[in-house]
């Protein structure tokens, strides 16, 4: 699902911006066709400069590229736009805009409101061991000006990339110094940042958070998962979608010390499902268990894995599935009826 | 002195190579766990590395990592203890460092020393860096690469006078070859393996499994295996599963003081769905602890699996037969009617 944005033909440039819209038209007119009534689609911008680190970071969330096939990426050309579908009726719309200096220009030049207009989250990158910081920055603050000006409403979130480079004991540091000077130029956007590494779970938690922003009625699927956790004595529920893997939500009845055991288990099962792809074989079901604790992974919905995390000895497994079996079509109306909405038609 | 007679086992082992061939990252990222991406920066070593296994009380070998600044041979001579219970030299040649012959020479070098101290040594040689664009392109390269080193090898052993029997594997710490190496060689060291894979034997005929395999769930190297063929894919999954269930385990299954999630208990089962035509039926993997820090690891299919309950008891009877096995294998500590000079002290 990989439509490339073409470059208007330089005689169009040369003319004037509206022929230049009129080829974007034509372009966006294909995307238009592409969605369905009851498809909600979301416009996510994932800018920064080049080699940040934002075809790697996309290519293994959505596309199932492992971490160590991602160093033969080149640069990306212009702006690579896909469809990615997430949770039942939900698309994502990701515009993955490359850095090169050459293109960034553009984007606040003539691109300027094709790009930036109609968006629900910027999800800027910075590669935290760049050592053009200025150039970095000024970036970022362009970027910010744009987006206040095509869409006030854009939720912003900032990846600190690239942190396996760093230490251990200075993560923290480094991370807290860029903030302060992020913040300093984000305008009036309430920015979210994260560290990231594609080397371990942080990837997961920051996309995590990002998908759990762009689910509407997302408290509706966790009431509804409450029930379930009181009915089945469990200890946890965890929710994650089928194709990412990213946790959507999670009730946690008795507590547990590790915060960051989901994107965790989202980062374990995705490289087990990864070792699979060369197989015939597809991962279905899962149960885990020892002395202490019994964990079950159920195919709940048709978008999404169900976790269940229980150590208590009386629940019986067989009732378990049952019960979960029994309630599955209840839970695969809420999940999709939380993303239904009537068309979205990008205008200009 | 026969060691074997005294019940010590040998299976220690050297690694041995040129420099920046290899020998450090991938004893470290077998035995001690090491990220993949840190291995490009390990430092030459300028030492010898050694590396104890000793997860089980009845599988314990050391894994010497020796550079090749180290002198072989005032090693040996200054650790008549340590050579005697090695039981395979390791010899790592980087497959991409063309041509062959330096590394085939100081080859040639180290087995000649060897053998001045072990009367027999199982030799291996491990074709590694086998990653890249040039190998997964097609198997001629890697073929051309054996053909070579093969025949370097047998050219510098001839003129030596020196006639050894040597075992060849491809490896790359990328994928499952390394491990599925030192399976191999661990194996034929392994004085207790017929027994094991006898008794993996009759119960796979008997609870109608597939496949089964005998990790090392620590630095996941197949111990033991039933004698039907192997199908790398399927050890591969295997492989998987280990971690997976390691690291779940991890986060659930332990309480903050222990460092330990495998216990008695630990098992685990995966349902698989087949995605080629011909099968409808789906595949089960199933886990259990055999031992500490020994898992069985079974390939089923789902119509084989309804009785579930005969194949856990024939699994407490493989995992009670194999208790016994290592109990008997136990290293006599009091030898009677003995030259006391013959003593192992």
């Known amino acids: 699902f990989c439509l490339m944005i073409r470059r208007p033909p330089r005689s169009t440039l040369d003319r004037s911006s509206a022929a230049s819209d009129v080829y974007k038209r034509q372009v966006h007119g294909d995307l238009n066709k592409m969605m369905k009534e009851g498809e909600k689609n979301e416009k996510v911008l994932l800018m920064g400069r080049r080699f940040s680190g934002k075809t790697s970071m996309r290519s293994i969330i959505f596309a199932n590229f492992h971490a160590k096939d991602t160093i033969k990426f080149g640069f990306t050309m212009e702006v690579q736009s896909s469809k990615v579908k997430f949770l039942g009726n939900l698309y994502l719309n990701l515009w993955d805009c490359g850095g090169q200096d050459l293109f960034m220009e553009q984007y606040f030049g003539t691109l300027r409101e094709h790009i930036f207009k109609d968006t629900a989250v910027l999800i800027y990158v910075f590669d935290v061991g760049s050592k053009d910081v200025e150039g970095d920055m000024r970036n970022y603050e362009n970027s910010i000006k744009a987006l206040q000006e095509f869409s006030k409403g854009a939720k912003v979130f900032v990846l600190v990339h690239k942190m396996d480079i760093i230490g251990e004991k200075d993560k923290m540091k480094v991370f807290e110094e860029k903030r302060a000077l992020i913040t300093a130029k984000s305008g009036e956007f309430k920015v979210e940042m994260f560290k990231t590494s594609i080397w371990d779970e942080t990837l997961y938690q920051a996309w995590s958070k990002i998908a759990h922003f762009l689910i509407p009625k997302i408290d509706k699927i966790e009431t509804g998962l409450n029930e379930l956790c009181t009915l089945c004595a469990t200890d946890e529920l965890v929710l994650f979608e089928k194709s990412t893997f990213l946790e959507i939500c999670h009730i946690e009845e008795k507590t547990h010390k590790d915060p960051h055991r989901f994107e965790k288990i989202s980062n374990i099962i995705k490289q087990f499902k990864l070792s699979l792809i060369s197989t015939n074989y597809q991962f279905e079901e899962m149960m885990v268990k020892n002395s202490k604790f019994r964990a079950y992974l159920f195919d709940f919905t048709k978008s999404s894995y169900l976790m269940v995390v229980i150590s208590n000895k009386d629940v019986e497994e067989t009732a378990l599935k049952m019960n979960i079996d029994a309630l599955k079509p209840y839970y695969e109306k809420i999940i999709s009826g939380t993303t239904q909405v009537l068309s979205h038609i990008i205008s200009f | ?345």
């Open chain 2, 1 to 345: 002195i026969n060691a074997e007679y005294m019940g010590i086992q040998i299976m220690d082992l050297f690694v041995l190579g040129l420099p920046t061939c290899g020998k450090t990252s991938l004893t470290k990222v077998v035995f001690q766990k090491l990220p993949l991406h840190e291995a490009h920066s390990l430092s030459s070593s300028n030492s010898v590395d050694v590396i104890p296994v000793n997860n089980n009380p009845y599988i314990r070998f050391n894994v010497y990592d020796i550079p090749q600044c180290v002198g072989l041979d005032d090693y040996c001579k200054a650790n008549p203890a340590i050579v005697q219970r090695v039981g395979a030299m390791i010899y790592v040649i980087d497959a991409k460092a063309t041509p062959f012959e330096k590394a085939c020479d100081y080859f040639k070098q180290c087995v000649a020393i060897l053998l001045k101290y072990i009367v027999k040594l199982n030799v291996e040689v491990f074709i590694h860096k086998i990653d890249g664009d040039t190998f997964t392109k097609g198997d001629e390269y890697k073929l051309e690469c054996h053909k070579d080193i093969q025949n370097l090898i047998k050219n510098e052993l001839v003129n030596a006078a020196i006639d050894l029997n040597v075992s060849y594997y491809f490896t790359s710490i990328y994928d499952h070859s390394l491990y599925d190496s030192f399976g191999k060689v661990i194996q034929k060291l392994w004085p207790q393996i017929h027994y094991i894979v006898n008794m993996l034997d009759s119960l796979i005929t008997r609870s109608k499994i597939e496949k089964a395999f005998l990790f090392d769930v620590l630095s996941k190297i197949c111990i033991a295996a039933d004698t039907t063929p192997t199908d790398p894919q399927n050890y591969g999954i295997c492989s998987d599963m280990i971690d997976l269930f390691i690291d779940m385990s991890f986060i659930y299954g332990r309480d903050e003081s222990e460092k330990n999630a495998f216990d008695d208990e630990s098992s685990s089962i995966i349902e698989l769905q087949s995605v080629s035509k011909t099968e409808s039926s789906n595949t089960f993997l199933m886990l259990r602890q055999v031992e500490n820090f020994i898992a069985l690891v079974c390939i089923f299919n789902e119509k084989d699996l309804a009785k579930k309950g005969l194949v856990n008891y024939n699994i407490d009877c493989f995992k009670k037969g194999l208790t016994d096995i290592f109990k008997a294998s136990e290293p006599k500590k009091q030898i009677t009617n003995i030259d006391p000079i013959l003593q192992y002290n």
